[in-house]
T-cell receptor, first 115, second 109 residues
């Protein structure tokens, strides 16, 4: 059982380039989300999805697009990278969107540098 | 806007000391979770508190949810080097989970 898998682990982009960060989970979780982690800021929610075909914005959605065509996959797209998007990105999934006791399961992150 | 503020941001203590980390907000949450993160890895859940005033213990760690469900604390008794890591609180509201600013704990042997 792989859990949440993120690829790539590291990426360097030039300003203006585009790329897709991949996230896949094999736990049949309804809820998936993307966070960025910056020093002193904790984790900030970018986008989330409560099921296939449904996505919504979090705290810091500008500059990022997502789609959820299957339950397993939730890719994050940067259309035109900017230095401000240099960060560590985490994908997380949860069995259901509802609160309660179930945990968020995190991948190991993608470290992105934009020069 | 950061909904959850944690204090202190950094904490360096000697092995055997006690410590408390605070997680405060002006918002009410339906539940609050505490996670620990090791370098190069994603956060891992320690505990979930749901009821105002709830106290949960996990070995030497004691978690409390405020009566108004706006704040929480994590107390570690007799800290050990294995407790070193980044501690994050996370509040649930609707379908969104907001994380605190984090507390980086270093326990010196």
């Amino acid at each position: 059982n792989a859990g949440v898998t993120q690829t790539p682990k590291f990426q360097v982009l030039k300003t203006g380039q585009s790329m897709t960060l991949q996230c896949a989970q094999d736990m049949n979780h309804e809820y998936m989300s993307w966070y960025r982690q910056d020093p002193g800021m904790g984790l900030r929610l970018i986008h989330y999805s409560v099921g296939a075909g449904i996505t919504d914005q979090g705290e810091v959605p500008n500059g990022y697009n997502v789609s959820r065509s299957t339950t397993e996959d939730f890719p994050l797209r940067l259309l035109s990278a900017a230095p401000s998007q240099t960060s560590v990105y985490f994908c997380a999934s949860k069995r259901t969107p509802r609160a309660g006791n179930s945990p968020l399961h995190f991948g190991n992150g993608t470290r992105l540098t934009v020069t | 806007t950061q909904l959850l503020e944690q204090s202190p941001q950094f904490l360096s203590i000697q092995e055997g000391e006690n410590l408390t980390v605070y997680c405060n907000s002006s918002s009410v949450f339906s539940s609050l979770q505490w996670y620990r993160q090791e370098p190069g890895e994603g956060p891992v859940l320690l505990v979930t508190v749901v009821t105002g005033g709830e106290v949960k213990k996990l070995k030497r760690l004691t978690f409390q949810f405020g009566d108004a469900r706006k704040d929480s604390s994590l107390h570690i008794t007799a800290a050990q080097p294995g407790d070193t890591g980044l501690y994050l609180c996370a509040g649930a509201t609707g379908n969104q989970f907001y994380f605190g600013t984090g507390t980086s704990l270093t326990v010196i042997p």
